[in-house]
């Protein structure tokens, strides 16, 4: 494994978040909350992180270390899906483009 201990991580956005202070309730569901009202609590949820002065450092580290929740303004399957669409340009070849004459 790679030893990355020398990579610093500023972890002080959380700090600077629109978010700090407001009830968690507001980004994570409750055991069975669906339809209407979970669109309306993740609506709510992202019109807070929409103007977030760390909205990119939120949503890099949702896109790498959260499952569950609003997180950089991406629900959990919002967050997949990149992931999933991320990967798969991944693998995919790249078409290679002849050289111009010289």
Known sequence: MPDHSHHY???NWQRRASCRGTDTEVFF????ERGRVRAQREQAAKIICQDCPVLTECRAHALTAESHGIWG????????RHTRRTR????RPRERVPAPDS
């Open 88 to 91: 798969h340009a991944a693998a």
């Open 73 to 80: 303004g991406m629900s959990e399957t919002e967050r997949a």
């Open 9 to 11: 991580i500023d972890r």
């Open 29 to 32: 569901s409750p055991d069975g």
